[in-house]
């Protein structure tokens, strides 16, 4: 994008401090690793501002006092930020004529492994990411707060038309579907398939191309809800390959959905449950055990026959950690 000193002035609803020697700017960025030649660094830290003009800043969008130290670049200064950052994106997103898809978390990640289309743009964190680089049409994301500042926008529908992906078989962490004649095997819990579902139907509608192969090619592509086939050791197996399952989740919603799912489909293993005593109300109904530390989870894992275990509070990533590395039978040699 290419802006204007003037139009970043009104637009932001602040006040020229200086004479700069430039005219405008190439992008708009709040994260000071993202600062570039010819940026509008947004300075919510004065602390960054040295180090964003030492990177090729252009611009300053700042609150308060603070001196004037390159009289090069322009000095915008602001009475509210947050309220001038509002301002300033829904101005540029409007006069892009982006459209903006409003996800859930989950969508939003299945969507991020399966778009292929260069005009899509998957948000997590921060809209910045549309004033560096130019060519996106279409944004994702999941925050609500964001909506409004669209152009078009798109909400996906919870009452799902007849959908074009087609299940031909299903276990709790491994779907066979069909869709365009063409097979497919993911291995994720089924209770992202209606998720999937909702995003694939987003992407008919907009016109997005999409590849289902991209869900298919690693072992597990989601970060949520990524379930580890131990044997009795605790030591991780290949998937599919053992009789006992650990899952862990940190999102409250996710875990609730997957216990309650595991507990209608899973009745003949035998199902244990693990939160923080504090997480003890929200699953009364399971029985569950508590754990104090990660040491503790692990050692209650050791001594307990179990099936599947599910574990509420801790992220996959720490799970994986927590268990021991993957066990392959040694192969006889010579030696």
């Not at 930020?81 to 459209?99: G, M, Y």
């Not at 743009?121 to 990411?129: F, G, H, I, V, Y």
């Not at 597990?220 to 998937?239: G, Q, R, T, W």
Request: glycine letters at 4%; charged letters at 25%.
């Amino acid at each position: 994008m290419r802006l204007g000193v003037n139009e970043a002035v009104e637009l932001s609803l602040g006040e020229l401090q200086n004479t700069p020697s430039i005219s405008y700017f190439n992008s708009i960025v709040l994260s000071l690793n993202k600062v570039q030649k010819g940026s509008l660094f947004v300075a919510k830290d004065h602390t960054l501002i040295p180090k964003a003009l030492e990177l090729g800043a252009y611009g300053i969008l700042y609150a308060g006092e603070y001196p004037l130290s390159d009289r090069d670049v322009a000095w915008i200064k602001l009475k509210d930020i947050e309220h001038s950052l509002n301002h300033l994106f829904k101005f540029c997103l409007l006069n892009e004529r982006v459209i903006g898809a409003l996800l859930s978390p989950i969508e939003l990640e299945i969507a991020s492994k399966i778009m292929v289309s260069d005009f899509v743009w998957c948000l997590k964190e921060s809209l910045e990411d549309l004033f560096i680089i130019e060519g996106c049409k279409i944004a994702f994301f999941d925050k609500l707060e964001w909506l409004h500042l669209f152009y078009k926008q798109e909400r996906l529908k919870e009452d799902l038309k007849e959908s074009r992906l087609i299940v031909l078989n299903q276990s709790f962490f491994c779907s066979a579907l069909v869709y365009e004649k063409q097979e497919y095997e993911l291995k994720m819990p089924c209770i992202f398939l209606e998720p999937l579902k909702r995003v694939i139907q987003l992407c008919e509608k907009l016109q997005i191309e999409f590849d289902l192969n991209l869900l298919g090619k690693k072992e597990y592509p989601l970060d949520h809800c990524k379930p580890f086939f131990v044997n009795k050791n605790l030591e991780i197996a290949p998937y599919g390959t053992t009789a006992r399952v650990i899952v862990a989740e940190i999102s409250k919603e996710l875990f609730e959905m997957m216990l309650q799912k595991a507990l209608e489909t899973l009745s003949w293993g035998k199902i244990v449950v693990f939160c923080r005593k504090n997480s003890a109300a929200f699953f009364k109904k399971a029985n569950p055990y508590f754990y104090t530390t990660q040491n503790n989870l692990k050692e209650q894992l050791k001594n307990l026959a179990f099936n599947f275990a599910f574990i509420y509070g801790i992220s996959s990533h720490h799970l994986e950690s927590l268990l021991n590395p993957p066990f392959f039978k040694k192969t006889p040699t010579l030696w």
